[in-house]
């Protein structure tokens, strides 16, 4: 059985980005509850600005799990990255992302390394993918402590060259030593890169380990042209058991967003 997921940002600095729900993580939680969802996936700003008792309290409060916590704001605030061609800035990158799975892992939740893959340019591609493998081995390792998996997103070719498709996902995954890294499906991404994105999550199997429920123009999942009668058969066939999480624009508003998203998550995903 899959479960539902909303996205709150606690991160001003990336207003207009994909976020269902903003800045009060109390406030996000309750509605979140309220329009029925199981957990929440959260944008900190570092591992250290989290005030981890209030997330615990919140949590407690609302009957909510968090099943995710992102990594990116590693890049968009401190430009870190874990193929920069700075020895340092990697450094810093990887620092960065173990700290939020310190974070991430006694509430059983997984940290998503997204941007923070980074792209190639400075440094050539194969060693790029060399740093990207080096990290992920170490991370998915340090990850594997709180019995959670380390989730690995690839993005479309607007956000990195390095791995675009589920199918180099996959590849990238079976190249590692740990087998603790598993795939983060972002259907946005997919729409943009895949030929067909039900076909795409099949050929995942068992790697998928989270899904971005989103639509195709980023808004949210019912507002845009994918079908997602053949995405639920597909997750049904590949038996996922993770969440769905709408890591989408807060389109008209958030709570629209939040209830548009519910709605198509019980129209195909609620047997
Ligand atoms: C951004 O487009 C995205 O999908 C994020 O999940 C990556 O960090
Ligand atoms: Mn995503």
């Keep these: 059985m899959v479960r539902s997921c909303v996205t709150i940002s606690l991160v001003p600095e990336v207003r207009g980005g994909p976020f269902v729900f903003w800045d009060d993580l109390a406030e996000g939680c309750r509605q979140a509850k309220q329009l029925g969802f199981d957990a929440v996936e959260i944008f900190p700003p570092s591992p250290s600005a989290v005030d981890v008792a209030l997330v615990r ?3 407690e409060d609302n009957g909510l799990s968090v099943a995710a916590f992102g990594t990116g704001a590693g890049w968009v605030l401190q430009r870190l990255s874990l193929t920069s061609a700075e020895a340092g ?19 059983g939740a997984s940290a998503i390394i997204g941007s923070m893959q980074g792209r190639f340019g400075e440094v050539d591609k194969p060693t790029a993918l060399e740093y990207l493998r080096d990290a992920l081995n170490d991370l998915g390792q340090h990850a594997a402590q709180y019995g959670v998996p380390l ?9 990195t ?6 199918a180099d996902g996959v590849a990238l995954l079976q190249a590692l030593s740990t087998r ?7 259907l946005f991404h997919m729409n943009i890169e895949e030929a067909d994105l039900a076909a795409a999550l099949r050929s995942g199997g068992e790697h998928v380990g989270h899904v971005h429920f989103v639509d195709s123009n ?6 845009g042209h994918i079908d997602f009668a053949p995405i639920a058969a597909a997750l049904r066939d ?3 058991r993770g969440y769905l999480s709408a890591e989408a624009l807060p389109y008209p508003n958030p709570i629209e967003a939040a209830k548009t998203t519910i709605t198509t998550y019980r129209k195909y995903f609620v047997l």
């Design 218 to 223: 980023r808004r949210p999942a019912g507002c």
């Design 161 to 166: 060259n390095l791995v675009n498709t589920v």
């Design 57 to 59: 309290r919140v949590l």
């Design 238 to 240: 590949i038996d996922y």
């Design 151 to 159: 989730l690995y997103e690839p993005l479309s070719r607007y956000e």
């Design 89 to 107: 800035n990697r450094a810093g990158a990887r620092q960065f992302i173990r700290g939020v799975i310190d974070l991430a892992g006694p509430f």
């Design 180 to 186: 603790n890294v598993k795939l983060l499906t972002d």
